[in-house]
């Protein structure tokens, strides 16, 4: 896979948000066929991720999105295979390092700037995409970032780049 081909997959995760998808879900539906998954597949497998998992302001869903898709690419399917479980949270660790490192914070309500979330019931139900939503939220441009790290991984895993010459 190229690099144009895989700006398109990054671009097509940005559209999805745009689209009114969750973080989640826009960031695995870009990449799932290469996993043998199909759109639906994937956006019902990333849907519960959303608004910081479940809309409790946890875990960014879109960096929810690039462990998921670390799973898909490198994960273990053999519970005693520690070796292959290892490496994969090598990936996870690596990935969500430069994650952090771009967008300040893995952490939904940190990246939204919401102070004390976790002492309000959270709400279940879901924004209004409206104008408005967009202008406020920076959430795009942390998919397109998850995205791009993942394309990223892609890129240099395909070149045979070893897991530590990755930076």
Partial sequence: MNNDELDERV??????????????QSVVAAFA???????EHAKKIAAGFGGGVGRLRM????VSAIVML???????????????KSACYKVVQELLSKSQAENGSLICAE????????KVQSSYVASARTAE????????????????????????????????DRG
């Avoid at 670390?70 to 292959?84: A, P």
């Fill in 11 to 24: 671009a097509r995760a940005v559209e999805n948000f745009m689209a009114g998808y969750g973080c989640c």
């Fill in 33 to 39: 066929d290469l996993y043998g998954l199909d759109d």
């Fill in 59 to 62: 875990m960014c869903g879109a």
């Fill in 70 to 84: 670390v799973g898909l690419d490198c994960g273990q399917t053999e519970g005693s295979d520690r070796d292959g």
């Fill in 111 to 118: 990246i939204l700037g919401l102070k004390g979330y976790e």
């Fill in 133 to 164: 939503y967009y202008k406020t939220r920076p959430c795009a441009a942390k998919v397109e970032s998850a995205a791009r790290i993942f394309a990223d991984y892609l890129s240099q895993s395909r070149r045979g780049e070893q897991p530590q």
